[in-house]
């Protein structure tokens, strides 16, 4: 019998987990920060670039991660269990950013080079997650299809991808058509810096993400969002004069910004 799921395609405990999982890539974010750059970069091999990952889809993203690590002949497994993305990124749980014991992946075929921007790549996407609701990836794939905002708001979480092979088609049409516009654009898209942004409620945004990826965010109701997301999964507080409704608004803000782009 098909386990009923509490939020469209996910369960309340698959949502905890994901919540979790994303947590993983914020310690390993601030390990590579903690991290001495020029040892890592003394290391890499040119060419070195990691844009072209976000022309790919968010799960074959993480695949490519995954098969990076080292755990690919888990891939079968994972692509028979009950949600794919989800055991995905739990198969990347142990990862670390300078992982010594490291032995190039599957078939040893990868550089460290591939495994830093895998990881990195990952991180920006989760940032972009925190930003726009949206991992760069979807962003990218939505620019493609003519949305230039799309492209100004990845670019203001991850520069390199002004050398993905769809924004330099792009570039070059603008630069054509001397599109002032779409450059003053693209000017203050460079110039923002998503380190200087507020990161409140972080793991509720991860959360509103999940639950609009699985089809299960218009089903909640005020007074089941403050019960999920205050009282069970303490993601926003919920002291404070009328919190359901403060959270209800938060949510209405965010569904807004993900749809208008």
């Not at 974010?29 to 991290?35: C, G, H, Q, W």
């Not at 078939?107 to 940032?127: A, Q, R």
């Not at 924004?167 to 049409?173: G, K, V």
Request: charged fraction near 25%.
């Amino acid at each position: 019998m098909t386990e009923t799921k509490a939020f469209g395609k996910l369960g309340h405990d698959e949502l905890e987990s994901y919540i979790s999982m994303f947590r993983v890539f914020q310690s390993i974010e601030k390990e590579l920060l903690d991290t001495d750059k020029s040892k890592l970069i003394s290391e890499l091999t040119n060419p070195f670039y990691w844009s072209t990952v976000y022309e790919h889809s968010f799960i074959e993203h993480i695949a490519m991660l995954v098969s990076c690590i080292g755990y690919s002949e888990d891939l079968s497994k994972i692509a028979r269990s009950d949600n794919p993305q989800l055991a995905l990124l739990e198969s990347t749980s142990n990862l670390k950013a300078n992982n010594e014991d490291w032995n190039g992946g599957d078939g040893g075929s990868f550089e460290k080079k591939h495994l830093l921007g895998l990881v990195f790549s990952t991180i920006k996407n989760i940032e972009s997650i925190y930003i726009n609701g949206l991992p760069l990836n979807t962003l990218l794939k939505q620019a493609k299809n003519g949305n230039d905002l799309a492209y100004f708001k990845a670019i203001k979480v991850d520069k390199t991808i002004i050398s993905t092979p769809s924004f330099s088609d792009r570039l070059a049409i603008a630069t054509l058509n001397n599109e002032t516009d779409f450059f003053n654009k693209l000017g203050n898209a460079i110039k923002y810096k998503p380190e200087n942004r507020s990161k409140d409620h972080d793991d509720l945004r991860i959360a509103l993400f999940m639950l609009h990826d699985c089809q299960g965010l218009d089903s909640l109701s005020l007074e089941g969002a403050y019960k999920l997301f205050c009282l069970d999964l303490k993601l926003y507080p919920s002291d404070g004069e009328d919190a359901a409704r403060s959270l209800w608004q938060f949510i209405r803000r965010w569904k807004k910004d993900v749809l208008s782009t």
